[in-house]
């Protein structure tokens, strides 16, 4: 039997961790009005034996709250004394806009937009260069986890370069029921990391300011797997079903103004020319019909029954594969992670 090796101590920011042991630091990010500073929490959890260095971060959009409580479940949950390499957690990341509830900072950019971000540029640019500068780049492997935006809510799935057979390996250890081959978006902590060589996933499940149950375990599961696929954690026998991997995506929008009643749920199986909504006026005397052309599964889907015409209200995924058979392990997935005894199992 090989000889486990041993860790080295870890060092970030300035603050020394010993293998086996974990630490809660903080980065420094910008001053408030009052020259009350501002800081990005940070717990490093260093195993005793050496291995990757993960980071899981969450609130790069400040309303995302469902990361902030994986990131509170995931600390609590993980042992340094059984840890291959470190793990680092960043619960939030726009500390500004978490404070405010609001996706952006006080200059009204997206942090996720402004990667790698410098020295000199504006807030949001100066934010990204500190955070990514000081952490980011210091991993091998990142999860940046995300919801869908305020009113819109998205069923669990991955967004991952594809095209690296490294983020391939882990979007399909995460598991989520669909993975998307999504491609780099300029200013994104995801393509920046990917230009260091860095794989990166990025998480999609629930709405913008409201904690989602599935949404929440769906993640939790799929850390662990990824953990134990890169060697940091044993690996255990239960595995979630095979994820489906999408070819293409599209929004179906609203053609008239009014209100909006919903006839599907995140995760169904929809058939071309299946009716999605009804929309109507407030009295009800005048409707019409949000029709898909295509067949697929719905992944995101608009939360608020008001809309004007043009709003995005169905994220439909398209697949290769029969979308019965897509359908199906959909559904097994969602009753597979609402099990309760995933969570008894997931450190055996």
Same mark, same amino acid.
């Given at each position: ?20 042991? =974990? ?34 971060? +969450?609130? *790069? ?10 990131? /509170? ?18 619960? *939030? ?9 609001? =996706?952006?900072?006080? !200059?009204? $950019? ?33 999860? !940046? ?23 391939? /390996? *882990?979007?399909? +250890?995460?598991?989520? &029921?669909?993975?998307?081959?999504? &491609? @780099? $978006?300029?200013?994104?902590? $995801?393509?920046?990391?990917?230009? %260091? ?11 913008? %300011? ?26 255990? /026998? ?21 209100? %909006? $009643? ?9 058939? +071309? ?9 407030? @009295? ?19 939360? @608020? &029954? ?10 439909? +995924? ?31």
């Amino acid at each position: 039997m090989a000889r486990l090796k041993p860790n080295q101590p870890f060092e970030l920011l300035g603050s020394t961790v010993q293998p086996g042991q =974990r630490m809660e630091i903080e980065l420094q990010a910008a001053q408030l009005y009052t020259h009350s500073p501002l800081s990005i929490p940070i717990e490093i959890i260093h195993g005793r034996q050496a291995g990757p260095t993960l980071m899981v971060n +969450a609130a *790069i959009h400040g309303d995302e709250l469902n990361g902030v409580e994986i990131a /509170r479940q995931l600390t609590n949950a993980i042992d340094p004394k059984k840890l291959k390499g470190t793990l680092i957690v960043v619960p *939030i990341v726009n500390v500004f806009g978490f404070i405010h509830k609001s =996706r952006y900072l006080p !200059d009204r $950019r997206d942090l996720n937009r402004c990667f790698p971000g410098s020295e000199k540029g504006s807030l949001t640019s100066r934010i990204a260069h500190t955070f990514f500068e000081n952490v980011a780049k210091h991993c091998d492997f990142i999860l !940046d986890l995300h919801t869908g935006a305020i009113h819109r809510t998205n069923l669990p799935q991955i967004r991952a370069n594809l095209s690296n057979p490294e983020t391939m /390996r *882990i979007a399909k +250890a995460f598991a989520t &029921p669909v993975i998307i081959d999504s &491609p @780099l $978006r300029d200013g994104s902590l $995801r393509s920046e990391a990917e230009k %260091l060589g860095i794989p990166v996933l990025t998480y999609e499940g629930g709405e913008a %300011l409201r904690f989602d149950h599935l949404a929440i375990r769906a993640d939790y599961l799929g850390i662990h797997q990824v953990m134990k696929e890169i060697g940091m954690l044993r690996p255990n /026998r239960k595995k979630l079903p095979e994820p489906v991997l999408s070819k293409s995506t599209s929004w179906i929008r609203a053609e008239s103004d009014g209100i %909006l $009643r919903n006839m599907v749920r995140l995760g169904e199986q929809v058939e +071309a020319g299946q009716t999605l909504a009804y929309i109507s006026s407030p @009295l009800g005397h005048q409707e019409s019909q949000v029709i898909t052309t295509k067949g697929g599964i719905v992944i995101g889907q608009q939360t @608020l &029954p008001l809309v004007n015409e043009g709003d995005a209200v169905f994220h439909i +995924a398209y697949f290769k594969q029969d979308d019965e058979e897509v359908g199906q392990t959909v559904e097994s997935y969602i009753e597979e992670v609402a099990e309760d005894d995933w969570l008894t199992t997931l450190n055996n």
